[in-house]
């Protein structure tokens, strides 16, 4: 399944890069969304439970945990500002068709991947950070493939009410803004009345 999803992404792109009629903004933020949400979103977990269903060992080192939890959240962040950037495409296009091209142009459409790929990488370096400062884990093990924040947080000895405040502002910035995002665009585009 790994190889067909990757596969599968990889043909997307490729059909999206060899075809010129293809060569708009629509499908350069969804070559984007393709490559960093079913490649390298996927290639952070599933090669490790790969090998550790291989070799019958879950083993992996703090630094191999916080370096899975730094490039997984980057992906998953920079997914969700791809969305936003797409609907913000989209809203353009049919809310104002006649400045399309001078609003979305290439170099726009670089700068918004730009910005999503900075935005992704402050924001896992936040989630880092905040893991860093938790150094008295009660119990090392984790019962799964792969380590998340929420589950490196609980393993913590640190005060209760600090980790529940890192895991709402955790969910508020990685959650709430980018549905709100769309959300917005979206009742723009669509008015209700």
Same mark, same amino acid.
């Given at each position: 399944?790994?190889?067909?999803?990757?596969?599968?992404?990889?043909?997307?792109? /490729?059909?999206?890069?060899?075809?010129?009629?293809?060569?708009?903004?629509?499908?350069?933020? /969804?070559?984007?969304?393709?490559?960093? &949400?079913?490649?390298?979103?996927?290639?952070?977990?599933?090669?490790?439970?790969? +090998?550790?269903?291989?070799?019958?060992? @879950? +083993?992996?080192?703090?630094?191999?945990?916080?370096?899975?939890?730094? +490039?997984?959240?980057?992906?998953?962040?920079?997914?969700?500002?791809?969305?936003? #950037?797409?609907?913000?495409? @989209?809203? +353009?296009?049919?809310? @104002?068709?006649?400045?399309?091209?001078?609003?979305?142009?290439? @170099?726009?459409? $670089? /700068?918004? $991947?730009?910005?999503? $790929?900075?935005?992704?990488?402050?924001?896992?370096?936040?989630?880092?950070?905040? #893991?860093?400062?938790?150094?008295?884990?009660?119990?090392?093990?984790?019962?799964?493939?792969?380590? &998340?924040?929420?589950?490196? /947080?609980?393993?913590?000895?640190?005060?209760?009410?600090?980790?529940?405040?890192?895991?709402?502002?955790?969910?508020?910035?990685?959650?709430?803004?980018?549905?709100?995002?769309?959300?917005?665009?979206?009742?723009?585009?669509?008015?209700?009345?």
């Amino acid at each position: 399944m790994y190889l067909v999803t990757v596969l599968g992404n990889l043909l997307i792109i /490729l059909a999206i890069s060899t075809d010129s009629h293809l060569h708009t903004p629509m499908y350069f933020f /969804l070559s984007n969304l393709s490559f960093v &949400d079913n490649i390298c979103f996927i290639s952070t977990t599933v090669p490790k439970m790969i +090998v550790d269903i291989l070799s019958n060992s @879950r +083993v992996i080192s703090y630094e191999g945990r916080l370096t899975q939890m730094f +490039v997984f959240l980057i992906f998953a962040s920079m997914d969700d500002m791809l969305l936003i #950037v797409m609907a913000y495409d @989209r809203f +353009v296009a049919i809310c @104002r068709p006649l400045h399309y091209t001078i609003i979305v142009n290439p @170099r726009q459409c $670089v /700068l918004l $991947v730009l910005l999503s $790929v900075l935005i992704s990488f402050v924001e896992s370096q936040l989630h880092n950070s905040v #893991v860093l400062q938790f150094t008295c884990f009660k119990d090392v093990e984790i019962a799964n493939f792969f380590c &998340d924040p929420s589950q490196l /947080l609980s393993l913590s000895c640190s005060d209760p009410l600090i980790k529940t405040i890192v895991k709402y502002i955790g969910g508020i910035i990685f959650g709430i803004f980018p549905i709100i995002g769309i959300f917005f665009l979206t009742i723009k585009l669509f008015p209700p009345f």
